[in-house]
């Protein structure tokens, strides 16, 4: 066996090229104890050559979702919880309130004679509603009656509150841009003194005013749309005659944005929505974006396959696609697809992409 000595040490240590390693990480332990890190040990990670979503595919069936939140109705008020929600938690995002990677989904119940009591906060939120009739949402003033498939808008900072004047509980979908204002560390939130706010226009103003064609002479720029509630009852038409008139995409159907009457833009600078009708046996071409997606079957019955997991939906089931999945819809009956992403804050941004 051979005995290092101080005649004979080349002999016995390893040379450069076989101990690097060991140098490598001696150095990486040197400079983590002043606060560093090599970017070359996680490069590809940090800059993937495509987009690589933490979030998966996942579908919630209003069946099971309705008993469960009409459970919550008898074991909490709206009012003490300001606001009884069921957070849709993305099943590989689990802890972390967020359906996509940058935004929050939840189903809200109201009762009946129940006020979930007015607040604002720097989140946007919409509103598309799924069951029941008459509840109300009050923004800005105005006090919108709500049916199932409206698409009810909650700008920032806009204070808003919520009451229930029927004879039956109502469900909605919550959208929110809660994890990309919480990524940003801009959350700001306060409560009023009074439930519930003064309302100073009829239901339908706001739609009247700026969603007919017409904008109130000297309408302010603003970047997110100033109609509160886009009423199914006027989208749904529109949609079908879209269809029937044979403008349908390849992946989407016959599809329509909602769109910010005073620019054309989004209805809101963080979040964009669309309203798709499937005609029967439609067959989807397979289609990806960088916007991670939600989607509620407002009418009809289909499937979505998402890279492989096939997603069966109906009525009120509500389904997310995560950023970069490819994904191609199937509708066994003639159907209406309400979509919503985080598209318009990845376009300011310059980062949307999509591809066919
Ligand atoms: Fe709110």
């Given at each position: 066996?051979a005995?290092?000595?101080?005649?004979?040490?080349?002999?016995?240590?390893?040379?450069?090229?076989?101990?690097?390693?060991?140098m490598?990480?001696?150095?990486?332990?040197?400079?983590?104890?002043?606060?560093?890190?090599?970017?070359?040990?996680?490069?590809?990670?940090?800059?993937?050559?495509?987009?690589?979503?933490r979030?998966?595919?996942?579908?919630?069936?209003?069946?099971?979702?309705?008993?469960?939140?009409?459970?919550?109705?008898?074991?909490?008020?709206a009012?003490?919880?300001?606001?009884?929600?069921?957070?849709?938690?993305?099943?590989?995002?689990?802890?972390?309130?967020?359906?996509?990677?940058?935004l929050?989904?939840?189903i809200?119940?109201?009762?009946?004679?129940?006020?979930?009591?007015?607040?604002?906060?720097?989140?946007?939120?919409?509103?598309?509603?799924?069951?029941?009739?008459?509840?109300?949402?009050?923004?800005?003033?105005?006090?919108?009656?709500?049916?199932?498939?409206?698409?009810?808008?909650?700008?920032?900072?806009?204070?808003?509150?919520?009451?229930?004047?029927?004879?039956?509980?109502?469900?909605?979908l919550?959208?929110?841009?809660v994890p990309?204002?919480?990524?940003?560390?801009?959350?700001?939130a306060?409560?009023?003194?009074?439930?519930?706010?003064?309302?100073?226009?009829?239901?339908?103003?706001?739609?009247?005013?700026y969603?007919s064609?017409?904008?109130?002479?000297?309408?302010?720029?603003?970047?997110?749309?100033?109609?509160?509630?886009y009423?199914?009852?006027?989208?749904?038409?529109?949609?079908?005659?879209?269809?029937?008139?044979?403008?349908?995409d390849?992946?989407?159907?016959?599809?329509?944005?909602?769109?910010?009457?005073i620019?054309?833009?989004?209805?809101?600078?963080?979040?964009?929505?669309?309203?798709?009708?499937?005609?029967?046996g439609?067959?989807?071409?397979?289609?990806?974006?960088?916007?991670?997606?939600?989607f509620?079957?407002a009418?009809?019955?289909?499937?979505?396959?998402v890279?492989?997991?096939?997603?069966?939906w109906?009525?009120?089931?509500?389904?997310?696609?995560?950023?970069?999945?490819?994904?191609?819809?199937?509708?066994s009956?003639?159907?209406?697809?309400?979509?919503?992403?985080?598209?318009?804050a990845?376009?300011?941004?310059?980062?949307?992409?999509?591809?066919?």
């Amino acid at each position: 066996m051979a005995v290092a000595t101080a005649e004979t040490p080349a002999k016995s240590q390893p040379d450069r090229k076989h101990n690097i390693e060991a140098m490598r990480q001696d150095y990486y332990a040197r400079i983590a104890e002043r606060g560093m890190k090599p970017l070359w040990t996680v490069m590809s990670s940090l800059i993937p050559d495509e987009p690589v979503s933490r979030a998966a595919p996942a579908l919630w069936h209003f069946g099971d979702v309705k008993s469960l939140v009409m459970e919550s109705g008898g074991l909490i008020t709206a009012e003490e919880a300001k606001r009884r929600v069921l957070i849709l938690e993305n099943p590989a995002l689990r802890g972390e309130s967020r359906v996509t990677n940058s935004l929050f989904a939840g189903i809200q119940m109201i009762m009946p004679g129940e006020v979930a009591p007015a607040h604002r906060h720097a989140s946007s939120a919409i509103r598309f509603v799924l069951d029941g009739e008459g509840a109300y949402t009050a923004v800005e003033g105005e006090k919108a009656f709500m049916s199932p498939g409206d698409f009810v808008i909650t700008a920032n900072w806009a204070p808003h509150d919520h009451g229930n004047t029927s004879d039956k509980p109502m469900i909605w979908l919550d959208v929110l841009d809660v994890p990309a204002v919480n990524f940003f560390e801009t959350s700001f939130a306060e409560d009023f003194d009074t439930p519930t706010q003064a309302t100073t226009r009829e239901d339908g103003d706001s739609l009247s005013f700026y969603g007919s064609g017409v904008l109130p002479d000297g309408a302010p720029a603003i970047n997110r749309t100033p109609i509160i509630n886009y009423t199914y009852a006027r989208t749904r038409p529109i949609v079908e005659r879209l269809m029937h008139a044979g403008d349908i995409d390849k992946s989407h159907g016959a599809r329509v944005r909602y769109a910010n009457p005073i620019n054309g833009g989004p209805v809101l600078p963080t979040m964009g929505a669309n309203l798709a009708m499937l005609p029967k046996g439609f067959r989807g071409e397979p289609y990806r974006s960088t916007d991670g997606t939600i989607f509620v079957c407002a009418e009809g019955e289909g499937s979505t396959d998402v890279d492989g997991d096939v997603l069966e939906w109906g009525p009120n089931d509500v389904f997310v696609v995560p950023s970069w999945k490819r994904y191609a819809h199937k509708a066994s009956k003639q159907s209406v697809l309400f979509s919503i992403s985080d598209r318009p804050a990845q376009e300011a941004l310059g980062l949307w992409r999509e591809r066919r």
